[in-house]
């Protein structure tokens, strides 16, 4: 009865805890909010110009759910054009993540593949992806493909860069006690530099997505007739603000969530590193 009676009070203090560090997330989001509604209801700027953040929520929310149709031919249409965008988002991401990782491991790791690789990529990497929508129009056509092909350049060299420092700056001690215990190149590479260099590997990975989210939307604004990117551009042509900032919140609010996923993969896949930090704290 005693120890019921000594958690309770605990977990009573944790959930307490947990619920404040969540009022604290909103409180900027909140102040915000409510300056924008106070300057757009000041008169300061015609309503066309800047809606007030409750029409902008009216336009959303007919958006998704297509209550009232005023947003014309997008309402109720919101989650077909979150799911176009999210498909090219991920498609170019997955496969930027994988030749990435790939590339960055192999130039960090080997003399061979940074002598041959790195320089041609190096020089490829300061060519704005935007650059290259005229080439990927003509390649790919106006559909996914160049969407795809855009986000692609635009995720890959965060997660080449990461991986690349990531390998490169491993403890040299870890790699000398694996060669002291018997491991070979290929057991130090996955056992040791590998893992050594997760975490540099995720934070390019989280640059990385929001480096597609802000790819997928510009090639939806030119070289794709669907997606979030293609209704905002759409909108602007027709005056709709309203569903022009609904658009910017949608893509806010996914690349959040998109970014939230990878952490909580990090959080799961790099469990020894926070138990290694707390150890070290504690000490």
């Known amino acids: 009865m005693t120890s019921v009676i000594d958690v309770s009070p605990a977990r009573t203090a944790f959930r307490l805890t947990r619920a404040f560090q969540g009022l604290e997330r909103l409180v900027v989001p909140a102040l915000l909010v409510a300056g924008w509604e106070a300057f757009a209801r000041s008169g300061v700027l015609p309503p066309a110009l800047l809606p007030a953040p409750s029409a902008v929520l009216h336009a959303l929310g007919d958006w998704v759910f297509g209550f009232d149709e005023t947003t014309q031919t997008y309402s109720g249409h919101w989650l077909r054009d979150a ?6 988002v991920f498609g170019g991401f997955a496969l930027a993540s994988l030749l990435g990782i790939l590339a960055g491991v192999a ?5 061979l593949f940074e002598k041959t690789l790195e ?10 992806p935007v650059s290259w929508i ?8 106006i559909a996914d493909k160049p969407a795809i092909f855009l986000v692609f350049l635009g995720a890959f060299f965060p997660v080449l860069m990461n991986a690349i420092h990531g390998v490169k700056t491993v403890d040299h001690n870890l790699v000398r006690a694996g060669a002291m215990m018997g491991a070979n190149g290929r057991q130090m590479l996955t056992d040791i530099v590998l893992p050594a260099a997760l975490p540099s590997i995720f934070a390019g990975l989280r640059i990385a997505v929001g480096s597609a989210w802000m ?15 293609y209704v ?21 609010l996914l690349g959040y969530l998109s970014d939230l996923g990878i952490k909580a993969i990090m ?5 020894w590193q926070q138990t290694t930090t707390v ?5």
């Not at 959080?267 to 469990?271: D, I, K, Q, S």
């Open 107 to 111: 130039i960090g790791w080997s003399r």
């Open 119 to 128: 320089p041609t990529l190096q020089m490829l990497r300061p060519i704005p």
């Open 83 to 88: 799911l176009a965008s999210a498909l090219r």
């Open 279 to 283: 150890q070290g704290r504690a000490g």
């Open 215 to 229: 790819l997928t939307v510009t090639a939806e604004m030119v070289a794709v007739k669907s997606g979030l990117g």
């Open 232 to 252: 905002l551009w759409d909108s602007y042509y027709f005056l709709r603000y309203d569903i022009v900032l609904a658009a910017m919140i949608s893509i806010g």
């Open 134 to 141: 005229p080439l990927a129009i003509i390649w790919f056509g």
């Open 267 to 271: 959080a799961r896949t790099l469990r």
